[in-house]
């Protein structure tokens, strides 16, 4: 029995899921990915810190979500999705709010830590449950959803710059806090899950993978370690490196602004892209243009050729995690999807904080951004490795040993006018047409 068709009261709900979770995470991931990176010179002319102890900060942030989205995954797997998200809006927004009153480093990485630990109940939740509304067409789904998290990426840097202007560092930090907590409760109550699957689709576990779960978990946890690892450098440092070139912090923030609303189009469009040429091509597409585009960055001397390259970046790179997340979708077990998501973007959040702050710590070292964005592009070279062998090892286990049935999908869940039938090991076969790798 495929799984029945999203009732007509329910098709717009499921909408409004994928645009609550949007907005959660523009604001939660917002302020803990990347939304301290103009605190970084207040910070340093307050108290005279170095940037890699500063960075440390944003670090510890994604520590927590790493650690905290193994477990959050697991526990979303069976407690209420509500419950979920509201622990975590409410502890981003409280910590961020108490960080307006912090004096010592420790207290900054405690609070960034706690926010990231319990917040990180929003991001493969939700992700998950945008998916599941969607029994088709789930790329899409997910890249909106996803580009909810670039819409805060780019914009709490942003609206942050001009609170530090008019409000102070502290001010800022309390402004944001507040913000979040009275956007985001509302949604995280309205949240709930998408409507299970039929009975035998359940039983069986879901359409059968190529490769083990064990072995997905694994590959695609190194290969977006590596990925984040280049991705993180220019979010967290492309403002302070704009600023070292004695241009405001609010131009600086306007740049990556700018980068981040193309990343917003960028998740939308390679969501659609996986639907129709596949999740892992997707993925390697926008592997490579991130890895090749971004030492760029610091061979740019002006204002201007910061506008015009870092939206064409943003564009590109923004695919990476759409792909990342519809291949995960495509290749984990739906009953155990939200924790196996976890445990892969645990190491998506560790990159994110290694790429944050070996660029600081060079910086320190060097008096320079090169080294840190060189860094950035040899990770992303290992990323498409991995992410290319992965790929390689799908192809060869669609097959079963007779190379008479393809016994995998790596596209959306069994449309109607694709039924699936019983293999002779009592699996899932799902017809070659649906097959995208």
């Not at 940037?51 to 944003?58: E, F, P, Q, T």
């Not at 990159?351 to 964005?373: E, R, T």
């Amino acid at each position: 029995m495929s799984v029945p068709p999203v009732r007509a009261k329910e098709s717009g709900y499921r909408w409004f899921v994928v645009a609550g979770a949007a907005t959660m995470l523009a604001i939660a991931m917002g302020q803990l990915v990347n939304g301290l990176s103009v605190f970084f010179v207040p910070l340093e002319r307050e108290f005279g810190w170095a940037r890699g102890s500063v960075a440390l900060i944003n670090t510890a942030g994604l520590v927590g979500l790493a650690l905290g989205g193994i477990v959050m995954g697991a526990v979303a797997d069976r407690a209420r999705i509500r419950d979920v998200c509201l622990t975590g809006v409410v502890a981003v927004g409280v910590c961020v709010a108490l960080a307006s009153r912090a004096e010592a480093l420790w207290q900054f990485y405690v609070l960034f830590f706690v926010a990231g630990l319990l917040g990180a109940g929003l991001f493969a939740p939700l992700i998950a449950l945008a998916g599941n509304w969607f029994p088709a067409g789930a790329g899409l789904a997910i890249g909106i959803a996803s580009a909810g998290q670039a819409v805060g990426q780019g914009g709490v840097p942003f609206g942050a710059a001009f609170l530090i202007e008019a409000l102070g560092w502290r001010g800022a930090f309390l402004a944001e806090g507040m913000i979040s907590l009275l956007v985001t409760v509302p949604l995280a109550l309205l949240m709930r899950e998408a409507p299970r699957p039929g009975v035998s689709v359940a039983a069986a576990g879901g359409p059968s993978a190529p490769l083990a779960p064990a072995t997905v978990v694994v590959c695609l946890s190194a290969a977006v370690l590596f990925c984040c690892t280049c991705m993180s450098v220019p979010l967290m440092h492309l403002v302070p490196l704009i600023q070292g070139l004695c241009i405001s912090g609010s131009d600086a923030g306007g740049v990556l602004f700018a980068m981040l609303i193309a990343a917003v189009a960028g998740r939308v469009a390679f969501g659609k892209l996986a639907d129709v040429i596949g999740p892992m091509p997707a993925y390697l597409t926008a592997s490579l243009w991130q890895t090749m585009a971004v030492f760029a960055f610091t061979r740019i001397e002006g204002l201007s050729g910061f506008y015009v390259f870092a939206p064409i970046y943003g564009f590109g790179y923004a695919g990476v995690m759409t792909g990342l997340l519809v291949t995960a979708r495509a290749l984990t077990p739906p009953a155990r999807r939200a924790s196996m998501m976890g445990v892969i973007l645990s190491f998506a959040w560790l990159g994110h904080g290694l790429g944050g702050f070996q660029a600081g710590y060079f910086f320190d070292v060097a008096g320079s951004y090169v080294p840190g964005f060189a860094n950035a592009a040899f990770a992303g070279i290992a990323n498409l490795l991995i992410v290319g062998g992965l790929m390689v090892a799908v192809r060869r286990g669609r097959f079963d040993p007779a190379g008479a049935r393809i016994r995998t999908r790596l596209r959306s869940p069994l449309t109607p006018d694709d039924p699936p039938t019983s293999g002779a090991e009592g699996g899932v076969v799902v017809p070659a047409r649906s097959i995208r790798s």
